[in-house]
């Protein structure tokens, strides 16, 4: 391995490196990220001999420019990396778990990239995820971190899977996306920066659940004030979203499923009643 014969090797980045010594890291870099196969380059341009992960070290996907679409890491086993950056393409980890190992974990999705987390499990040595850039981070199966995780902007995205985790911390504008067909985002602790939005698309009232035990400032059952005005929902006002004390849901103001059932049920018993009423 490099680190082996070359001792006063400083770098502390690879780059995701598909296609050997030759510039960037091939077009679709589909393989598994474990700790034998020749998958990394010590340069960004990925046009030097390839050789084997080193644990603790950044993770930049990919080397070069030529990895644009979609493509799919397999992780095999635990991966320790001090940072993950998305700087091309769209990858998707699957497989086993991904440990953030550095003083300051962070990852890092640029501007018009997509990361899909599949099946990877996630931990962290701190209990902290720093998510930098603008890009999107898109979970597409169930996953439970009990740790923090610092979201600085982009887009937090949900597509038919539910996200648990300790402490979420908005401290830039966000996109909070509820795709696919029903998604949950579960919290014991919630935070969003003074003078910072948090939007929120495809939201469906009986199918997408935002949940959370503690919100830093937050009244329940009271609208129009901040932080509860922060939020807001595609096609609802910020000052119609709430914080329910009997379930800790944030949702905007709009009638429960079994409510409209009640408001149906009532207004047909009034009906019934008029119909009955004595003739004059």
Do not use: H
Not at 42 to 53: C, E, I, L, P, Y
Not at 192 to 197: E, H, K, L, R, Y
Not at 217 to 243: E, H, I, L
């Amino acid at each position: 391995m490099f680190s082996a014969v070359c001792p006063s090797f400083a770098q502390t980045s690879l780059y995701w490196d598909l296609n050997g010594n030759t510039t960037g890291a091939g077009t679709t870099p589909n393989g598994t990220w474990n700790g034998t196969t020749k998958n990394w380059s010590q340069v960004s341009g990925g046009n030097n001999t390839v050789d084997v992960w080193q644990s603790g070290f950044a993770a930049v996907f990919s080397a070069g420019t030529d990895a644009t679409g979609a493509y799919t890491v397999t992780v095999s086993g635990t991966r320790s990396a001090a940072s993950i950056t998305i700087q091309d393409g769209t990858p998707t980890f699957t497989g086993g778990t991904l440990n953030f190992s550095g003083a300051s974990p962070t990852l890092t999705i640029n501007s018009g990239r997509t990361l899909n987390w599949g099946s990877t499990g996630l931990t962290s040595a701190t209990s902290t995820l720093n998510k930098a850039g603008t890009g999107t981070l898109n979970f597409t199966q169930n996953l439970n971190f009990a740790g923090t995780v610092n979201f600085a902007g982009g887009t937090l995205q949900l597509t038919s899977a539910a996200l648990t985790l300790t402490t979420l911390n908005i401290t830039g504008n966000t996109i909070l996306d509820f795709s696919g067909t029903a998604s949950s985002l579960n919290l014991t602790n919630f935070s969003i920066s003074a003078g910072v939005t948090l939007t929120i698309q495809n939201w469906s009232a009986a199918n997408d659940f935002f949940y959370t035990t503690n919100w830093t400032g937050a009244t329940p059952d009271v609208m129009g004030s901040t932080p509860m005005n922060q939020v807001t929902f595609s096609g609802f006002t910020a000052n119609q979203t709430g914080w329910d004390s009997f379930d800790n849901r944030i949702r905007p103001n709009v009638p429960e499923p079994a409510a409209y059932g009640a408001i149906l049920l009532g207004s047909l018993t009034a009906l019934a009643c008029w119909r009955r009423r004595p003739a004059a």
